[in-house]
């Protein structure tokens, strides 16, 4: 899924429904540090978004 979602992101770098998906598949894959840089990016976009509010919570819980 990775590669796909870069690709994705490459080709459009500020779709929020891939940079969520993004984040998401980096922290299920242990990267919580790419995790986290995917998810400022959609944060800068969206900050009120509550699926990405979330999505916050669970990176911080996975950073520790």
Do not use: C, F, Y
């Amino acid at each position: 899924a990775l590669p796909w979602l870069q690709r994705a992101l490459t080709a459009k770098p500020d779709d929020l429904p891939v940079l969520t998906s993004m984040a998401e598949a980096q922290l299920l894959a242990g990267d919580a540090t790419s995790a986290r840089a995917t998810l400022t990016h959609a944060l800068a976009l969206q900050p009120a978004n509550r699926e990405l509010q979330r999505l916050e919570r669970r990176i911080r819980k996975a950073e520790g």
